[in-house]
């Protein structure tokens, strides 16, 4: 074989049944030995090659299962984990998982987004001590094991630019230091480990690019020409497949066309004006293309005329052309056939990881014979394309009929004012990002609610006495603005989609998004409107059980998208401005319903900024307008909050701004209070709740550390813009450390409240 031919750019590996999931959380839990976990992935490894070659892939992926994190991953076999972790003297796969969690005194790596997705790597951290050798065995590994049950695989590994390129300088680097210094020695591993692959009898490596789908300096596309000549120049290396994904290439497509690599994967769904510069560039003559014509990341079944076309477009300039995944299938669910729930008309217009599969295998047939059967493909394009019940003409209507004043509040000053006097709060005031912990009674009551074993109003009963748990238990702890702690809701954005017309959600569509977490993320098919309130018996509820403000709390436009498969039968903006009409009449009831502060999350604004810069500022204008649409049109007097959890914050800091809300809480304890002193070189000029709490690590803060956060927080913006709250929503936590941490946070807040003059 000398062509890849039909593949997959990888896979899931979390388990159609979420196995690795339940496994990892066992053996954390001291449940089940190293033994029973490493079967767990053996097994799910076993099912997936074994799947992807009886469908009939030319080309099988194997090196995309992980326990935790590719990125990670390939740190570990570099050897580039920090010494913090390696001295500690745990087993190989203990280490690697105090990495990627943390241990007491040793925290955890740095964790944030792959991209622009809702996926989360470990951030490798790299100094110029680092030396890199190959110090693992995994790609190898599962090579030999798929080999030994009958299946010829490509390992798929971390491109050594990106990886460089998604690292950070350790904290003793000097000033100046870049991961990318590194590259010359990384690239002495990556030879050696092509070496051993191509022993083993490896015919094709496929090395992940993705960082060239965002705007790249003169050095860094200097760094991947490097990268791939030095590779390629080995004489005794396996084929080289480079794979470019979430976007065009851009200048990259020619550096990576004119280096001797063997084949190229280009992503075709994201960019459509990036076709015709694939098609347009003459040196990849003598290289094998791979279009990437079935998208990765949404679960919209290909239309199979328009993916011809589009990998055919490809014929005459590249040496040949196979069909792909537009990147890797980690980011949808397994199979839609198990979604006995689902519309039968919308479940024919889905595809999830394994239909997505037998496209590629189909569209590939097609691509290179006459006579292929495309009808049942092009029937279920069609009628998604004309099924008018799509569309809801009120909600069009509404939206055509909104006038500028309707986005826009009174000036600040004046809802200041209007607050203060209704809610009377404190200099300095406490309060919670939302959720409290789920505890395994809440999921189970759930679950049995869903089963049918346990009854409406036996959840309903189970579900405020949760929340007046929680309320007793804030007014104890002395919080100024309480919350009712989101029992009700299994995910922030799933919960919503549920209640919501236009989305579908799924039993069974889990997604990784780190480590053993996972999320469902609902499928946003039509127009959305709200057909009842959503949140306000609950807030009610809760408000009514105290003399204490209670926060509302809904998850904001942007989000909601960012976190559902979207339709891409129209602009995001346009989807967003539907939600927003939703969300802004779920505020307005609120408001009637006695609710004088509400929240409106939007977390994901970071992650759906383009990944180019051209981009961004289209992003925002309907990002920010859709906040404001979904946030006005109510009394001065009621206070908006809304709620980022990111530390990279410099690129959205105007459009946080822009969002025109009373107060934000963001991430912060981490990076100790850094976002506050930018926010106030923004001269951004409404209240700020930096986060003083780091609710993503076990450690309980201490009130001298939480005081010491506050006291560089009021030295950098005026006393009475500052809130005081953690980092995110406490439903990954635990009571144990929750209430002492929330007790150490109060007492801080009175503390240096004590000391403003
Ligand atoms: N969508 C989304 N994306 C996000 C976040 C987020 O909150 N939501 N937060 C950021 C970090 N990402 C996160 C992603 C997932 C989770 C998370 O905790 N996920 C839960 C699942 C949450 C959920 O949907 N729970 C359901 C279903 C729970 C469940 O597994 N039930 C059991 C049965 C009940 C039991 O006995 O426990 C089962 O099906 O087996 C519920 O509570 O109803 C998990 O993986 O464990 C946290 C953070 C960024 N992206
Ligand atoms: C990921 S942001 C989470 C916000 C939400 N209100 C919570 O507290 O869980
Ligand atoms: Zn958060």
Redesign the pocket.
């Given at each position: 074989m000398t062509e890849i031919g039909t593949t997959v750019l990888g896979y899931p590996r979390i388990g159609p049944d979420r196995e690795l999931?339940r496994s990892l959380e066992r053996y954390w839990a001291g449940k089940i030995d190293e033994t029973a976990l490493l079967e767990t992935g053996r097994a799910l490894r076993t099912r997936a090659w074994r799947e992807l070659k009886d469908a009939g892939l030319d080309s099988v992926p194997s090196n995309t299962f992980s326990h935790y994190d590719q990125v990670l991953d390939t740190a570990e076999l570099f050897g580039a984990f920090p010494e913090r972790f390696t001295k500690l003297g745990l087993t190989p796969l203990d280490t690697y998982f105090a990495a990627a969690r943390g241990v007491q005194d040793a925290p955890a790596m740095e964790m944030t987004k792959w991209f622009d997705t809702?996926y989360?790597y470990i951030v490798p951290e790299l100094g110029p001590d680092t030396a890199f050798s190959v110090a693992g065995s995994k790609p190898l590994d599962e090579y030999r094991e798929a080999r030994a049950i009958g299946v010829e695989t490509r390992p798929v590994l971390v491109g050594p630019v990106t990886f460089l390129l998604l690292a950070k300088a350790t904290e003793t680097a000097p000033e100046g230091f870049r991961p990318l210094d590194l590259l010359d020695n990384l690239l002495d591993g990556y030879v050696e480990l092509l070496r051993r692959l191509h022993d083993e009898g490896v015919e094709w490596v496929q090395f992940d690019e993705p960082a060239f789908a965002g705007d790249r300096t003169e050095p860094e596309l200097n760094a991947l020409i490097r990268a791939y000549h030095r590779l390629a120049k080995e004489t005794a290396r396996p084929k080289i497949l480079v794979a470019g994904y979430f976007g065009g290439l851009g200048r990259g497509l020619g550096v990576l066309a004119r280096s001797p690599i063997d084949a190229l994967a280009v992503d075709l769904v994201t960019d459509e004006s990036f076709v015709d510069a694939v098609a347009a560039e003459p040196a990849l003559r003598d290289k094998e293309v791979l279009a990437g014509v079935v998208d990765g990341r949404n679960v919209w079944r290909t239309d199979p005329t328009r993916a011809l076309s589009r990998a055919a477009t490809l014929l005459g300039t590249a040496k040949s052309v196979s069909v792909s995944t537009s990147c890797s299938l980690l980011h949808v669910p397994y199979d839609v056939e198990r979604e006995a729930e689902l519309h039968p008309r919308l479940k024919g217009w889905l595809a999830f990881a394994k239909q997505k599969v037998d496209e590629v295998v189909l569209l590939g047939r097609a691509l290179k014979e006459e006579g292929v059967d495309l009808s049942a493909a092009r029937a279920a394009a069609t009628d998604r394309a004309t099924a008018a019940d799509l569309a809801d003409a009120g909600v069009r209507a509404r939206l055509e009929a909104l006038r500028p004043e309707d986005t826009v509040r009174s000036p600040y000053a004046q809802r200041a004012a209007a607050q203060q006097a209704a809610l009377d709060l404190p200099p300095l005031p406490s309060t919670t990002i939302g959720s409290f912990p789920?505890t395994?009674d809440v999921?189970?009551a759930?679950?049995a609610h869903k089963a049918g074993s346990l009854d409406d109003a036996g959840y309903e009963a189970a579900m405020k006495a949760e929340i007046e748990r929680v309320i007793r238990l804030q007014e104890d702890l002395g919080l100024d603005v309480l919350v009712h702690g989101e029992p009700e809701r299994?995910?922030?954005?799933?919960y919503f989609a549920e209640r919501l017309a236009g989305f579908a959600a799924t039993d069974f569509g889990w997604v990784q998004?780190?480590g053993?977490?996972?999320?469902?993320?609902p499928i946003l098919y039509g127009d959305v409107s709200r057909a009842e309130p959503m949140t306000v018996e609950w807030a009610r509820y809760a408000q009514g059980l105290t003399g204490k403000p209670v926060k509302g709390m809904l998850t904001g436009p942007v989000t909601i998208l960012a976190?559902s498969f979207v339709r891409d039968d129209q602009p995001l903006g346009e989807t967003a401005r539907q939600v927003a009409l939703a969300i802004r009449d779920e505020v307005h009831d609120l408001q009637e319903a006695g609710i004088r502060v509400i929240q409106v999350d939007e977390?994901a604004l970071r992650e759906l900024l383009p990944l180019r810069k051209a981009a961004h500022e289209a992003y925002f204008a309907w990002a920010v307008s859709s906040f404001r649409l979904a946030t006005s049109g109510i009394d001065d007097a009621t206070q908006i909050h809304t709620h980022m959890c990111y530390s990279e914050f410099g690129e959205v800091v105007k459009a946080i701004d822009a969002l025109d809300a009373d107060v934000t809480s963001i991430e912060a304890a981490r990076s100790k209070m850094e976002v506050v002193t930018d926010l106030g070189a923004a001269g951004f000029g409404r209240g700020v709740g930096p986060g003083v709490y780091d609710i993503h690590s076990p450690r309980v803060p201490g009130v001298d550390e939480v005081s010491g956060l506050l006291r560089t927080a009021v030295g950098a913006v005026p006393a009475e813009r500052i809130w005081v709250n953690p980092d995110c929503g406490l439903?990954?936590r635990g009571y144990a450390e929750v209430e002492p941490a929330l007790r150490n946070l109060v007492a801080a807040a009175n503390a240096v409240r004590s000391e403003l003059g």
């Open positions: 999931k809702n989360h789920q395994t999921r189970k759930r679950a299994n995910d922030m954005v799933q998004s780190y053993s977490r996972c999320v469902r993320p976190w977390p439903k990954t």
